[in-house]
């Protein structure tokens, strides 16, 4: 518990702490309950100063809400958008404080409470709008966070040739694995020629153990920093019409071979006098079950559980650890899958989310829409009613013999 509160407060200033949990107050406990049980009768807000009642007070309580959920949330992850925008509303709360009083007791006793209430607000603001430095703290490239040499699995391709690439900028020299050897040399080529960086290839199939077990032994020597887990694969279609040997083949490649490769290196990064770091690329679809992807949703469920356990059985020993919950993306997974083509997010998208939460958070989901779907529609409502939404989604991305 102390470890987690510890996890939770680091990283800003005790008032900035304070400032954190009073918007969460306001997110989670106050304003659903003003919004959603408080009569409309005797119901108010202010805005700029001015007081609303009844069904302007329920319709502006919504920005209220917005805001304080948007606090909270940029507080926890120190967003950058939060400067100017926190001290822009403390001000503009200032600015209420003040002519509230002003407008409904009027005169010199209501400009004297409005400037009584205005001044700690005005000051709050002052120092948010100081805090801008807070908000910016650029962590310093991968290379000197966590030293010369990272692994990427599936990397021909994708994610992961996206992860190899944004390592690639960031100085790190990258061991490419994934089965498709032309693929792999063509990224090395690019990777060296316009980073200046080192690559190696590893051509394995990592739902075999033996081929994930030589992969380990290949990078053996190599001061390895950053393992990236990422080669995986989906399935799409009814769980009676799939193949079972694919299937078991993806359990293998989705579930076993994150857990046998980081076993292997883990030690090695363990001894290592820097930090290292181990990514896990799970997916928004292991937040549900899944029907139409079952068997690939409950492998990213276990990769998502494996991963933030990691991260916290780790995070004192020199390990940061992230599992990327990815949603749409466009990579060749749809068609590997069997999908129906359905649009997505771009991939080097995805993997600056994962490179800005890796040392930050222990899980990240990429993009605002898969966030809410993932965090309110999967926490709020019962778990089978998910799953039959979730099957009306995928039944629109599955191809109809396979329904
Ligand atoms: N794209 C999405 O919408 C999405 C959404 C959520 C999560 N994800 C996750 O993101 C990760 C990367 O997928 P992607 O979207 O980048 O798909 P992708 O373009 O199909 O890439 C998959 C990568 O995994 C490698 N791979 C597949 N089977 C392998 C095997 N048996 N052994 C070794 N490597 C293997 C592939 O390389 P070879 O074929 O050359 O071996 C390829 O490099 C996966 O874990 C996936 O579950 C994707």
New binding site residues.
């Given amino acids: 518990m102390r470890e987690w509160l510890r996890y939770v407060f680091a990283g800003r200033p005790a008032w900035m702490n304070v400032l954190m949990v009073f918007s969460a107050y306001m997110a989670f406990v106050y304003l659903p309950w003003d919004i959603f049980i408080k009569p409309a009768a005797v119901d108010e807000e202010v805005w700029f100063g001015v007081r609303f009642h009844g069904g302007w007070a329920k319709f502006l309580a919504l920005f209220h809400w917005y805001v304080y959920a948007a606090a909270a949330y940029g507080f926890r992850h120190m967003k950058t958008w939060m400067w100017p925008w926190a001290a822009v509303y403390v001000g503009q709360v200032a600015f209420s404080m003040l002519v509230w009083p002003m407008l409904y007791a009027g005169g010199f006793l209501g400009f004297l409470l409005g400037l009584f209430a205005f001044v700690p607000f005005a000051f709050a603001a002052l120092v948010l709008w100081n805090a801008k430095d807070s908000f910016e703290e650029e962590s310093a490239p991968l290379r000197e966070r966590y030293g010369e040499w990272a692994l990427v ?10 992860f190899a690439r944004a390592l690639a900028r960031n100085g790190v020299s990258v061991v490419l ?5 032309e ?2 040399r063509e990224l090395a080529t690019e990777l060296e020629s316009r980073h200046g960086v080192e690559t190696k290839l590893v051509v ?5 153990a033996p ?1 994930v077990a030589r992969v380990a032994a290949a990078v053996d020597g190599l001061d390895l920093a950053i393992l990236v ?6 399935y799409s279609g009814s769980f009676a019409k799939q193949d079972g040997e694919r299937l078991r ?1 993806m359990v ?3 579930c076993a ?1 994150p857990v046998q490769l980081t076993s292997l290196l883990l030690p090695g990064m363990l001894a290592r006098t820097a930090r290292s770091a181990v990514v896990v ?5 292991g937040r549900q079950a899944l029907p139409l992807h079952a068997v ?1 949703s409950a ?2 469920a276990f ?1 998502l559980l494996f991963g933030e356990a990691l991260a916290v059985e780790l995070c004192n020993q020199g390990v940061d650890v992230v599992v ?14 069997g999908e129906i083509a359905h649009t ?2 771009p ?1 080097d998208e ?1 993997v600056a989310t994962a490179l800005d939460a890796l040392g930050r958070q222990h899980s990240v989901v ?1 993009g605002w829409w898969n966030w809410l779907r993932a965090n309110l529609g999967a926490r709020l409502l019962p778990r089978s009613t998910v799953a039959y939404l979730a099957r009306d989604v995928m039944k629109a991305q599955t191809p109809p013999e396979m329904r």
């Fill in positions: 699995t599936g990397a021909s391709s994708g994610i992961g040739a996206e694995v994934a089965r498709r050897e693929r792999l394995a199939d990592l739902a075999s081929d887990n990422n080669a995986g694969a989906g083949n293998l490649l989705n071979a690329t799970g997916s928004v679809s690939y492998t990213k990769d990327l919950e990815p949603g749409s993306t466009v990579t060749e997974f749809q068609e590997q899958a997505g997010q991939a995805v990429a």
